[in-house]
């Protein structure tokens, strides 16, 4: 393979770190820094259907994918954040956290733990239970 086929391909797929998100329209869109001081802004951020969070930016990390191989159309895959990462889960559960310590994991076995550093407010169609 020639250099410039192997920098296309190696440019297709990197790693690389968030800023800018912004969370307002129909899909959330970021800057990316996707080479040492290289950025790329309005980038769209792909999430999985029925999960929806806005990262903090302190640590943002992600997987970038130049679509086709066109650096001009990037798209950022799921974006996690090390530092702020809920662990301790077990095989079979599923949790759901903020940065703030806030959480609820969904048990293997069928319980549902759930943690808040404010309040926990359940909505229903026939009422507010608090």
């Known amino acids: 393979m020639d250099k410039e086929t192997a920098d296309k391909q190696r440019g297709t797929i990197r790693r690389c770190t968030i800023r800018n998100v912004r969370d307002d329209g129909e899909t959330q869109r970021c800057s990316v820094e996707v080479a040492d001081g290289i950025w790329r802004d309005d980038v769209e951020v792909m999430q999985p259907y029925g999960f929806a969070s806005s990262v903090p930016e302190d640590g943002a990390l992600a997987i970038v994918l130049a679509v086709g191989g066109d650096e001009g159309d990037l798209v950022v ?4 954040n090390p530092s702020k990462r809920m662990g301790g889960l ?12 806030d959480k609820m994991v969904m048990k293997a076995g069928g319980a549902v733990e759930m943690a808040s550093g404010a309040s926990i407010s359940l909505k229903t169609a026939s009422g507010h239970l608090e």
Not at 90 to 101: S, T
Request: hydrophobic residues 30%.
């Open 77 to 80: 895959l799921p974006v996690g």
């Open 90 to 101: 077990q095989p079979g559960d599923v949790g759901l956290y903020n940065a703030h310590g």
